[in-house]
């Protein structure tokens, strides 16, 4: 039995078209703002144009403006201190068993007082917040005492007061502290029924 064979036929290729590529349009330029001479001049706001809703606006915020500025307390009307040199009381220093720290605690408070300022009163409290400062730390007493003022206003009735009270901690085993300021008659305030509405 004759086999028969039968010869492949040659495979065709097809050619790859590339694409045609478009031509590139030239890019457009931005237009020209004109020259500053030929645009129209800039109109500046009046009020007379202005609708009187915007004017009471303007009116609200001059008031928020001045009841902010008004926060500050007023007028300083009151600056003392102790004076330009340290001070310490007597009891405590003549004591030859007192050690004094090379170190100052500064207890810096303010207060909101109502009619009067009674800084004899404002001083004390400083220090006893002082002193209790320093008990926490070791020590029993203080020395190189120094403090300063400022009182502010009145804003119907209103004074604000700053008081800052620094010292040296000491401990002492024979010497009592105290328990008041130093050169309490460097203590100016104002006269009247004191009320401390807060102290901050």
């Known amino acids: 039995m004759a086999s028969t064979s039968t010869a492949a036929a040659p495979s065709q290729t097809t050619p790859i078209r590339k694409p045609r590529s478009l031509p590139s349009s030239p890019k457009s330029s931005p ?14 706001r ?15 915020l001059a008031l928020i403006v001045k009841r902010l ?10 600056a ?8 310490s009381h007597e009891c405590v220093k003549d004591a030859q068993d007192t050690a004094c ?3 100052e605690v500064i207890q810096t408070e303010h207060f909101i007082c109502s009619k009067a300022v009674d800084l004899s009163i404002l001083l004390r409290a ?28 009145p804003k119907s009735g209103i ?10 901690p000491a401990r002492s ?18 006269p009247g029924l004191m009320t401390v509405i807060e102290r901050l």
């Open 31 to 44: 237009p020209k703002s004109p020259p500053r001479d030929a645009r129209d001049p800039v109109k500046r």
């Open 46 to 60: 009046s009020l007379q144009g202005t609708p009187i809703r915007h004017l009471a606006d303007l009116a609200n």
């Open 69 to 78: 500025s008004t926060r500050s307390g007023g007028e300083l009307v009151v």
């Open 80 to 87: 003392c201190d102790s004076g330009p040199e340290l001070q």
């Open 101 to 103: 720290a090379d170190m």
């Open 126 to 153: 400083s220090r006893t917040s002082l002193l209790e400062r320093v008990r926490m730390i070791g020590g029993n007493t203080l020395m190189n005492e120094r403090w300063s003022c400022k009182v502010r206003g």
């Open 159 to 168: 004074y604000r007061v700053h008081v800052e009270y620094a010292a040296c």
């Open 173 to 190: 085993f024979k010497a009592n502290d105290p328990g008041r300021p130093v050169a309490l008659g460097n203590a100016k305030g104002i």
